[in-house]
């Protein structure tokens, strides 16, 4: 097994039906465009609010990525 280097870069997702469906747009939207995704880290979640009724869930994740070595 060859050693491996991986890259961290934040992302937030948004959903307005639940956390778990922010952090698969996420993901879902990350994939298309960036191979071997690895990891998924949650960092924050949080909601937006208004008129005093939750009406949107945030998750900021931390996604990991192997380098491509070319081997």
């Given amino acids: 097994m ?23 747009n996420a ?11 690895r990891i998924a880290e949650v960092v924050k979640q949080d909601v937006t609010i208004e008129n005093g009724s939750i009406t949107g869930y945030r998750v900021r994740l931390a996604l990991s990525f192997k380098y491509e070595t070319g081997d």
């Fill in 2 to 24: 060859s050693d491996s280097v991986y890259r961290v870069t934040e992302v937030i997702g948004a959903s307005t039906e639940s956390w778990e469906a922010a952090a698969r």
């Fill in 27 to 37: 993901v879902d939207t990350a994939a298309r465009t960036v191979r071997d995704l």
